[in-house]
């Protein structure tokens, strides 16, 4: 049998097993638990026992794959890939794209609000594969990059509207002194002389994170110019406050990561606290003088 033959029998009787003791009222079997187990047998049990652990990892970005009605879907779904699948290497590979691709379209909808035309895709695909050539894939790629960077673009404007609108209110409710349509502030703590201006040098600490104190980021420089350094909501925060000063301010993820919010975990829509303390620039240390 060829090896990746073995990797989907593997594959297979992890669903088995793992579809046997899915009642919360049953404990989960152990190899030793099994009759005359030969190396087969435990190769393909302990293959079993990572996929099973590669669902909880998936579980740790997304806590709804906990619960014990996703845990059973996920192996009704899993069972039912598995018995589609047939003794030929392209249907196979044909299914699991296909799989992959309605997965995708889910994304995309969800991701851009927009409907995508199943029957196009599934065209696109039997055209490009109609004749013995490959497709002119410069082309497609160009095209496709094209028409994402205007439903980006969309997105984008939707998203920072829907956020500017949840700031407004979350800033009514509390009253938070507004700076900007993407920025509002509560009083300072200490501070002295001058307001900070642009190109200013001073050293600075940084603490994002979301309303529920969940932190998204930390940094701190030792020296930076006001400006320069953190544009957008932080640089303009920064104009208002003093040297020594700390205060919190409050913006959205679009405002202050644009397009780099997937990064950080942040929700589009979501309200930012941004926590910075501000204070004289730390001395460099002259470099030491080498022994002659």
Known sequence: MKRKNIL?????LALLLASCGGGSDKSARTL???????????????????????YWQYSYNDSTLKTRESRD????????????????DAYNMGLSTGIQLAMNLKEFSEGYDVEFNRAILLNAI???LVNDSVVNAGEANQEFRKVLEQLNLKKEEADRKIAGESLAESAKAAKWTRISDNL???????????????????SIKIEISNLDGKEIDRRALDSMKVGQAFPGPIAE?????????ERTFYTTGPALFGRFIDRYGVKPTQVLVV????A???????PAESAE
């Open 8 to 12: 989907c029998a593997a594959g297979a």
């Open 32 to 54: 030793a638990d099994y009759d005359n187990v030969t190396a087969a047998d435990s190769l393909i049990y302990y293959f079993g026992q990572l996929r099973a652990m590669d």
């Open 73 to 88: 879907e996920y192996l009704k779904g899993l069972r039912a890939g598995m018995d589609a699948a047939r003794d030929n």
């Open 126 to 128: 039997e055209d490009g």
């Open 184 to 202: 509002y502030a509560t009083a300072g703590k200490g501070g002295e002389g001058a307001t900070l201006k642009t190109g200013q040098e001073i």
């Open 237 to 245: 925060a920064l104009l208002t406050m003093k040297m020594g000063e």
């Open 275 to 278: 926590k910075i303390a501000t």
């Open 280 to 286: 004289a620039p730390k001395a460099k240390e002259a």
